[in-house]
């Protein structure tokens, strides 16, 4: 008997942590990964805002979770989650990602060369401010990291790859290191311009 | 009214107004404002942008050691080029030495951003200026065969190749969903290759999209993973061990074999995809000579790729270090990063105080004190502004000048000075290149120029990363497997006030950060970016930056079609990434672009 192969899922934050609520991507991430131990098939990826380069890693997923800063002009911290086609018709559509027009590209490039994503899902949360640069991830987005977190497991659990929640004081190897993991960066972090 | 600029061009912004204006950003944005004559010609010239203003803020009272990963954080391209920079910064201020395989490894890395970088940016963010996606449709794909064979011995070339690409790219367009395309003006008149070249390029633009994730496989090798690769005060953070027993994540032989086998390839798409299709597109723009701007009076190279560990000086850097003014080749000044006489940011007409604006201030000293505000003569409010006014303060980035000259950074500045320098390795290939395509010198000094002389430096690139690959595995073999020096690595053993400054020549130009470290701590972190120096606003002597000449002079087929002015800030490949809209002079969106 042939075992079937588990579809390979790539859970992918997009975001710079340097720029207050653009963070968002890369922190729902950074939380998740401490929340929930995923399964084998599960990778996790901080793709910063690599844009383009990031096609490779989309086109090696079977299905594909994207945590993003979107702008839909919802109260702030307000998470929005789009599923399948919607996504890149979402991001497509007006100034949705707040990445370049770029992430809908980066699936279009997917998808010219062949290997689109079976299953695409968005975790979205509406920024409030994107011009503090330097900046702390603002308190509605910061409030909105563990839900981000808690939908996403939900949503691995969906497609076959459930996630075990982390027991308290479990010790989790860093996702990002050299100061920049979200503890550290906000405890340096300057206050927003006024 | 008509203002001559103390660097040669003349301004004149009674004409009508375009603004290219931005939606979106990842590392800052830009927006262009130009006024045209009646004949559409370009008179005047404003570029203003947002770019990382507080990166003193971020990384002030943070340990020295940990500033790379911040600043690799800046820009979602150049990530590895501002770690190296930042671990040069800190190791000049502690004076510490790295092994000769950790200079060999950051070169390899260097050259791989390079390489990677350049074919990136022509085929994925320049090509689609020239190459028109819809007229590909209408190709012979027997006679795109045809021309292909001509052009290069490169395989994927035959009339059924072309043919299932023509395919897919037909279904893709008939669904409605451009993706990578859907941002171009295609049939305007400024295209002008013939469907079979269009159809070739658009080949090569999806190979160039399979292959650029091969190139960056060195990337997570030597740095451990990849986007943001590790990196390491005092060395590289892969350690070394031939053997291939032990040590998790060691750089072994087989590994080795693996980079070489990527470089032979980088090697091959180089020479036989990437040359030609620049020689051949640029054999049907050849009277394009526009968007030379400052190139052909003032650049500027800081140098880089060091052939032996440690020495930055000119004569041990591959890629050339100089100045030229007021266009004399026949003279390249010596560039001195310390010397708060030579490289200076003013900020007259950036949204900065400085006590004295008069004045610039060398990065060791820099200031970053925002104070935003329009000039008399803007229109629309801060938050929704219509038109700026250049005759005040109208841009977020500062204004860098070497010895008081607006400078015009990256390869086509790096390979103008090596032309000057009369280095055989620079100046072959230009001089080969302009006699193929039937063109003089003055030719280089174009925004052609500058997408040419991107596609030799990636061949030379390619070159030297063999050159570093051979050198690494040669000392290995030898036995010495050292990658790291941590000799300095605890703060008590630092000095309690230190500054220092490290330089690269990132795939866009010319970058240096500057540091100043007081008891284990940053104290001030300056970074000037090559599109600091490119696309800086005036002095306070009213000269224009790099990006505002290029545009200078350059007639339009359709000003509500900015493809020219899309075409030139391109060709800099601007570490902004723009999508824009164009908005007619009284406000109202007409068009929707990306400029990147």
Not at chain 2, 227 to 234: E, I, K, R, S
Not at chain 2, 350 to 369: A, F, I, R
Not at chain 2, 499 to 522: C, M, N, Q, S
Request: charged share 20%; hydrophobic share 40%; glycine share 8%.
């Amino acid at each position: 008997m042939v075992q079937e192969r588990k579809p390979g899922i790539l859970v992918l934050g997009i975001g710079n942590i340097l720029w207050a609520d653009e963070g968002f991507g890369v922190r729902a991430l950074e939380t998740f990964h401490g929340r929930y131990r995923a399964a084998a098939s599960v990778s996790l990826l901080d793709g910063g805002t690599q844009g383009l380069y990031l096609v490779q890693f989309v086109q090696e997923a079977d299905y594909l979770l994207v945590f993003d800063a979107i702008d839909y002009g919802l109260e702030p911290g307000t998470l929005k989650i789009v599923q399948g086609d919607e996504v890149p018709k979402f991001t497509g559509a007006k100034k949705m990602s707040l990445h370049q027009t770029g992430f809908q590209e980066v699936l279009s490039a997917a998808d010219l060369l062949g290997d689109y994503p079976e299953k695409l899902a968005l975790i979205g949360c509406q920024p409030l401010d994107l011009e503090d640069w330097g900046g702390p991830l603002t308190a509605p987005v910061r409030q909105q990291l563990e839900q981000a977190a808690d939908i996403a497991a939900t949503i691995l659990g969906q497609w076959g790859a459930p996630c075990l929640r982390r027991s308290p004081g479990e010790s989790v190897a860093p996702l990002l290191g050299n100061d920049i993991d979200f503890a550290s960066y906000e405890k340096f972090s300057a206050p927003p311009e006024a | 009214m008509t203002v001559q600029t103390p660097n040669g061009f003349t301004l004149d912004n009674s004409g009508k107004r375009i603004v290219v204006d931005p939606v979106t950003r990842i590392e800052g944005h830009m927006r262009v404002e130009v006024n045209v004559d009646e004949q559409n010609v370009i008179r005047n010239a404003v570029s203003t942008g947002t770019m990382w203003r507080g990166i003193e803020v971020i990384l002030r009272g943070r340990d020295p050691r940990d500033a790379w990963a911040f600043t690799e954080r800046i820009c979602g391209v150049c990530t590895g080029t501002h770690a190296l920079t930042s671990v040069r910064a800190v190791e000049d201020a502690l004076q510490i030495r790295i092994p000769e395989n950790a200079n060999s490894i950051r070169n390899i890395m260097q050259l791989t951003l390079q390489v990677h970088d350049h074919i990136v940016h022509f085929y994925h963010l320049h090509a689609l200026d020239w190459v028109d996606v819809v007229s590909a449709l209408s190709a012979d794909p027997k006679a795109t065969s045809a021309l292909a064979q001509s052009l290069s011995p490169w395989p994927l070339s035959s009339p059924g190749y072309f043919r299932d690409l023509q395919g897919r790219l037909k279904k893709f367009v008939e669904s409605g969903q451009l993706g990578p395309f859907k941002n171009g003006y295609w049939g305007s008149k400024a295209y002008r290759l013939p469907p079979e070249a269009n159809l070739m390029a658009v080949a090569h633009y999806l190979e160039a999209l399979d292959f650029q994730k091969e190139i960056v496989k060195i990337h997570t090798i030597f740095g451990g993973k990849n986007p943001h690769p590790n990196w390491l005060v005092g060395g590289v953070p892969c350690p070394i061990n031939v053997d291939g027993i032990g040590g998790v994540g060691a750089i072994n032989m087989e590994r080795l074999n693996y980079v070489t086998e990527i470089i032979d390839r980088s090697i091959e798409f180089t020479n036989q995809v990437y040359l030609p299709d620049v020689a051949a597109i640029g054999s049907f723009y050849k009277d394009w000579l526009y968007g030379g701007g400052l190139s052909s009076q003032s650049v500027l190279a800081y140098g880089d790729i060091p052939e032996h560990a440690n020495d930055y000086s000119a004569a041990n850097l591959a890629l050339p270090q100089g100045a030229i003014i007021n266009g004399n080749l026949a003279e390249v000044f010596p560039v001195n990063l310390r010397d708060p006489l030579e490289i200076q940011e003013f900020v007259a007409h950036s949204w900065y105080k400085y006590p004295d604006e008069t004045k610039g201030l060398h990065p060791w000293d820099g200031v970053t004190d925002p104070h935003y505000e329009l000039g008399p003569n803007a229109k629309g409010t801060k938050t929704n502004i219509e038109s700026l006014d250049e005759g005040a303060k109208y841009s977020w980035i500062k204004s860098p000048r070497w010895k008081g000259h607006a400078m015009e950074v990256g390869p086509l500045a790096r390979w103008i000075v090596g032309y000057a320098q009369n280095k055989p390795e620079f100046k072959e290939p230009v001089d080969k290149l302009l006699k193929d395509l039937g063109l003089p010198t003055s030719a280089l000094f174009s925004t052609l120029g500058r997408t040419a002389a991107r596609a030799l430096e990636c061949q030379w690139a390619a070159d030297k990363l063999k050159h570093f690959q051979d050198k690494l595995i040669a000392t290995i073999k030898a036995g010495d497997s050292s990658t790291a020096n941590v000799d300095k690595w605890e703060p008590k053993s630092w000095p309690s006030e230190v500054k220092g400054v490290g330089f690269t020549e990132a795939p866009r130009g010319a970058l240096a950060h500057w540091i100043k470290i007081k008891d284990g701590r940053i104290d001030n972190y300056q970074a000037v970016v090559p599109t600091t120096w490119n696309g800086s606003p005036r002095d306070p002597n009213g000269n224009i930056g790099a990006f505002e000449a290029s545009l200078m002079n350059t007639p339009m087929a359709d000003p509500t079609q900015p493809l020219e002015i899309l075409r030139t800030l391109h060709s800099f490949d601007p570490c902004l990434a723009c999508s824009t809209h164009v908005m007619s002079p009284d406000g109202q969106e007409m068009a929707k672009v990306t400029v990147r």
